[in-house]
């Protein structure tokens, strides 16, 4: 195919993706009564092992296919608009493409969240088969070091086969804080991104339980850099991590457990990757009463938190929906011995 070619159809399926984005956006704001966005993980276990990473094992078998359709299409049912595949390293799945379909099949936007090890040529173009509209790598470093082998070093000829490649929208997430030795690599790994012809974003890597970690001074220069390096769009939807970035709590309502659901490969609902536990429910008898109920409950971890997803799509509702938290726990938890970590 022609690179003209190749161009007019990428553009053709952004201009198409943006559409149901923006379809996404218009159903938010219309109902406060269904899921924005589901992370699900399909495969917990992963080929790497990151120090600072707390979502994954080494032995995990993949969820039965049979079984990530029911949960996607009861997704699907209760209106969700995005889904978000991880792990672990979804890669590892055997089923990944016939997952992704299905998504699309449902009429909810596909994205991936990827370590970038197992992508060969093939792997993208059964991707692009597949009906993949968003793939994300985060690169910690550009030399692999102990605590993450997730380098730019590695990595990079695996980008540039997405950039020859590819017809979703790919986004390179570089990191600082949480260990990550050498934070000027994070501009690095930002205009290699661009050059390539990706998104760039910054992430700041959270404690144990996704909660704020200050920044040194180096790491928030190099923050701050890379902040002026992202599309509008991600700015003003990314500006939560200006606080953290200087040790600050946010204000803000965390929808967790109603506009964002986060469900684990065993199938069960909780608010984020970092508070599994709550609210600890079947995906399976989920309702639109449990989505309306957790709209209304304040978390007691918010304004500590790091996790961008939540924090992004929680961003439809800022201007509405006052949250309750004591109300809430009562009503669940007469005892009142129930915490949030």
């Known amino acids: 195919m022609s690179d003209t070619a190749k161009q007019l159809r990428r553009a053709w399926k952004a201009v198409h993706r943006r559409v149901r984005e923006w379809r996404m956006i218009a159903r938010g704001l219309a109902s406060k009564d269904h899921p924005v966005l589901a992370h699900i993980i399909p495969m917990r276990r992963c080929n790497l092992a990151c120090e600072y990473c707390n979502e994954y094992d080494d032995h995990s078998k993949p969820v039965p296919l049979a079984t990530i359709r029911q949960r996607l299409d009861h997704l699907a049912d209760l209106g969700t608009n995005v889904i978000t595949i991880s792990g672990g390293e979804p890669l590892l799945h055997p089923d990944l493409d016939d997952v992704i379909a299905h998504i699309r099949r449902r009429g909810m936007i596909a994205g991936m969240i990827t370590n970038g090890y197992l992508l060969t040529a093939e792997r993208v173009k059964r991707l692009n088969r597949a009906g993949l509209d968003h793939l994300q790598i985060s690169i910690d470093n550009v030399m692999p070091d102990e605590v993450s082998k ?64 200050p920044l040194r001074d180096e790491e928030r220069e ?50 984020c990757s970092q508070q599994r ?29 790091t996790v961008a997803c939540v924090h992004q799509v929680s961003t439809i509702d800022f201007w509405r929906g006052p949250q309750d938290l004591q109300s809430h726990l009562q009503e669940q938890h007469p005892s009142g011995l129930v915490q949030l970590r």
């Open 277 to 305: 536990g709550y609210p600890g429910k079947p995906l399976l008898s989920y309702t639109t009463g449990d989505v309306r109920r957790e709209y209304r409950t304040a978390k007691g971890c918010a304004p500590r938190c």
């Open 222 to 271: 190099v923050y701050m850099a890379m902040r002026s390096m992202e599309k509008s769009s991600y700015a003003r939807i990314n500006g939560f991590q200006d606080n953290i970035a200087h040790g600050k709590e946010n204000d803000w309502r965390c929808r967790a457990g109603s506009r964002y659901l986060y469900v684990c490969e065993d199938g069960l609902v909780h608010y």
């Open 150 to 213: 997730k380098s730019l070093k590695v990595l990079d000829k695996k980008l540039q086969l997405l950039a020859e490649h590819a017809d979703f929208h790919v986004n390179i997430n570089s990191v600082v804080g949480g260990g990550i030795r050498h934070p000027q690599d994070a501009l690095v790994i930002g205009k290699r991104a661009l050059e390539l012809g990706f998104t760039s974003t910054v992430g700041i890597i959270h404690d144990g339980g996704g909660q704020l970690q």
